[in-house]
């Protein structure tokens, strides 16, 4: 087997969605048979680690009792696993593996047991960390800390590329930027941007700047799912997953890689703009501003079409049918209008 292409996700600020993207990539590409392991890097915010706790139906203790997590490994630099004492876990979740931060979800750690004292330590820790698994797997994906440190340094050094995760917002931007530029001083190894939670509607990726992999847009849905069982069956045809597909054969094209994934999903509305639109709204709205709009023109319409029939079926006087029908289909209209009200606060 050849080795593993190493992807590590970083931001320039935190909450950009990194961990979650990173979950849906390796999920993309275990759906191909690419075999995939994610390394949670991210010791004291262990967002995947979190995900895997509640895939594991909340169980606290996430590996067992002859392994070591990554925050075992920092502390003892690479020592009781070098001894052969202990194996690194890794914990199947869904179509890839994840390393472990930390032993137990809640465990309290102390920065400086913990952390590299410097690059090069941290170069050799990782280092020494990913000839582990480097052979097992076709890609190991890093999801890194937010920002900057030694560690960030380091796993940009280590990896194949590194794809910045950012938002639209100017402080986003700014963040994203000093880390890019800080990172492309620091090392060769190519870093791409990737731009989430978009709000912009209609522009396409060639408008996008040479290293911008592309747009995944704003989705209520998977803020609202994030952690729950019910995340992985509401993203499935999401314009979301899909745009996160198209970015990683983006990013596998300008590697010359030429492993790409499905992007295919099967749109209810025919049109990826209309559906950009109508991200910012939860399914549950989706369904009544359809139903709204529904009941209001079928509502307003009955008054102006003769449909005797009915009302001699209904056995009320015409007049009053209509009227009822007409207040309904204001009703209906009424509906829709809060939805879009609502969302738009
Ligand atoms: N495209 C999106 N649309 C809506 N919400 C999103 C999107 N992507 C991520 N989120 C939400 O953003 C929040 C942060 O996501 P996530 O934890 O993946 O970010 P992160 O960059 O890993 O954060 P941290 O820097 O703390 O590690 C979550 O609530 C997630 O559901
Ligand atoms: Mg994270």
Redesign the pocket.
Known sequence: MSEAKIINIV?G?????????TAVLADLLGNENNSTLIVDL?VF?R?LTSLLYYHKKERLELIESDEISIADFFIDKGDLDISGKAKIATARYRTFDVVPSVSRVDEILTFTDLMPDTKSEAINLLSLLMKKFKTQYDFILL?S??GYDELVAASHFISDVSVC?EEEDSISKITSNNLVNQLKEDSDSPIFRLT???RSTGQSTDNLAVDNLGL?????D??KT?GTQYFWTDITRTL?RSSIAKAWNNLSNKLGWNITVSEFRATPFGSDKVEKKL?FFSVKDRILLVYGLIIGFTGLLYPLIDISWIDNILSQPDGMVRVLAMFTGLFGFGLSAWIILKNKK
Do not use: C, E, I, W
């Open positions: 931001s600020k935190g909450g950009t969605g990194k961990t979650l993207l991210d915010v967002g999801d800390r937010a995760v989430n939670k978009s995944v847009p704003f989705d209520m998977v803020m994030f979301y991200q």
